[in-house]
């Protein structure tokens, strides 16, 4: 037996849902329709829920932290899967920076916002009355915990279907955020204060695959010196790719030249 199969086995349990604080049942049945899962264990749920500060007089008592290491490693399981799917002719450079941008901590706590995941975290009276509820990363952490959670109680399909369902349409998403950053603008910006003599050049190096599925490669040159390479499914995608890598490579304020 697996050691997560062996995880689900020992937390399912029998299915018994009641909870341990009765009053926290109808914000968990909220709950729980807004994430789209009904727990077989609704104790997982309420683990899920439970910050550190609420049993630190009593340390023994388990808090969320072991559920957020888990759930952590199933998010970045899904979305890259996910993204491979999506993206099939992108390099890992590139899938890896849009997994970051849906794991990254401001966007788990969006998630958590989503979820008012700040409505039934369980947390020590100090930490609410100084609002630790809706700390970000109070959410970030939650929503990796409630991802663990499902995983145990459901399985991974479970555990990958509410991630998804709760992100939405990565692709959207990512086009959106495109539309807001320009690596190419960005990297002109950086070359013009610090190297103002020096000129950008993007140049194709390779060009494959058919009319339909075109692949493009793009090499970037700062005064002639080659700096990052770029690859994309168009000659503009590769140069904002090429761009992207280049502003990576920025170290104390000088361009490495690609390895």
């Known amino acids: 037996m697996s050691l997560f199969s062996e995880l689900q086995s020992r ?8 909870v341990s604080e009765p009053k926290l049942a109808d914000p968990f049945r909220r709950l729980e329709k807004k994430m789209g899962y009904r727990f077989q264990n609704i104790r997982l749920l309420e683990l899920a829920l439970t910050h550190p500060s609420y049993n630190i007089k009593d340390a023994k008592k388990p808090n969320n932290q072991r559920l957020e290491f888990l759930g952590d490693s199933i998010l970045g399981a899904v979305l890259s899967a996910k993204l ?7 390099d890992e450079g590139s899938l890896s920076r849009k997994r970051s941008f849906f794991a990254r901590g401001s966007h788990l706590a969006e998630l958590g916002s989503y979820l008012q995941l700040d409505k039934v975290i369980k947390m020590s009276p100090t930490e609410i009355s100084h609002k630790g509820n809706h700390r970000p990363s109070t959410l970030e952490d939650a929503v ?15 555990a990958r279907k509410c991630i998804l369902d709760w992100i939405g349409d990565l692709r959207s998403k990512l086009d959106e955020r495109m539309g807001s950053i320009n690596p190419k603008g960005q990297l002109q910006e950086i070359v013009q204060a610090q190297y103002p003599k020096e000129k950008i050049s993007y140049n194709l190096i390779k060009q494959s695959g058919p009319d339909h ?7 970037l040159c700062l005064d002639g010196k080659k ?16 761009a992207a890598k280049a502003i990576q490579h920025l170290n104390f304020g000088s361009l490495k030249k690609e390895s």
């Open 84 to 90: 491979y799917e999506l993206y099939p002719s992108e």
């Open 144 to 158: 990796e915990s409630l991802v663990g959670a499902v995983y145990l109680d459901g399985g991974f399909e479970n």
């Open 11 to 18: 937390f399912r349990g029998s299915g018994n849902r009641e």
């Open 227 to 242: 700096i990052a390479k770029g690859k994309g499914n168009s000659k503009k995608q590769a140069e904002s790719s090429a």
């Open 213 to 219: 599925a075109k692949s493009f490669v793009v090499e």
